[in-house]
Structure formats: structure tokens, C-alpha cells
């Protein structure tokens, strides 16, 4: 088990800043490969971005490329998403995931790929 918990969600104003925080529990933080995927009221969730075990390697959604930026720091067990020029369809509860075993180069961009689940943060964008 990887406890994974979320932090940083709120409300802000269209094209404005958030940084969210995922933080782990355990050791074994740098043995997975980690990822976002955000979920709006009625529909799927949806994969935001994912990082390689070390940091050299991400993906993008291309609805939040250039704009989101998903970064890591394995001394401290934590999960970044920079978000920025937030946009009112980026408003969904955000979630972080583990991926156990994960090949370096390979976009991890499905949930069910996905091992351990943190509970989720909320986002609100208003325009």
C-alpha cells in the first residue's frame, strides 16, 4: 500500500495559478512511477500527466500541455502539479496516482494502469 494525499485545491480565478501537492507515505516513494487525472461532475476521469521514478520523463494531456507542469522531489515523498492560465473546463477533483513497476519511457495515460489512488482535491476555476 502507498497512502497518497492531496493537497493544495481551491478556487481561483480564470487564468490564475495553483500548485498542488501530493504527498506519500512509505519509503519506496522513487520505485513508482506517479501520475494525475482530474474528474468534472459527469464525466470520466481523465488522465492529466504522468512522471518517470526519477523525474527525467513526462507526458502531457494535450488539453493542459504548456500550461501544467507535473514535477516530483523523491527526499520528500511529494507529487507536484503546477497549474497555470487555469481555465474554467480545468474545474475537477484532482487525483494522484502510483503506478508499481512502470517502464521509463512508456505514457501510463489509462487509470487502470494505475496501483494506488489518493482521495482527491478539489478545483474550481470561475470565470
Known amino acids: 500500500q502507498v497512502p497518497l494525499v492531496e493537497s493544495g485545491g481551491g478556487v481561483v480565478q480564470a487564468g490564475g495559478s495553483l500548485r498542488l501537492s501530493c504527498a506519500a507515505s512509505?519509503?519506496?516513494?522513487?520505485?513508482?512511477?506517479m501520475g494525475w487525472f482530474r474528474q468534472a461532475p459527469g464525466k470520466e476521469r481523465e488522465f492529466v500527466a504522468r512522471?518517470?521514478?526519477?523525474?527525467?520523463?513526462?507526458y502531457y494531456a494535450d488539453s493542459v500541455k504548456g500550461r501544467f507542469t507535473i514535477s516530483r522531489d523523491n527526499a520528500k515523498n511529494t507529487l507536484y502539479l503546477q497549474m497555470k492560465s487555469l481555465k474554467p473546463e480545468d474545474t475537477a477533483v484532482y487525483y494522484c496516482?502510483?503506478?508499481?513497476?512502470?517502464?521509463?519511457?512508456?505514457?501510463?495515460?489509462?487509470?487502470?494502469?494505475?496501483?494506488?489512488w489518493g482521495q482527491g482535491t478539489q478545483v474550481t476555476v470561475s470565470s
Open positions: 496516482a502510483a503506478k508499481v513497476s512502470a517502464y521509463y519511457s512508456r505514457t501510463y495515460s489509462l487509470a487502470a494502469e494505475y496501483d494506488y
Open positions: 512509505g519509503r519506496t516513494f522513487s520505485n513508482y512511477a
Open positions: 512522471i518517470s521514478r526519477s523525474g527525467g520523463s513526462t
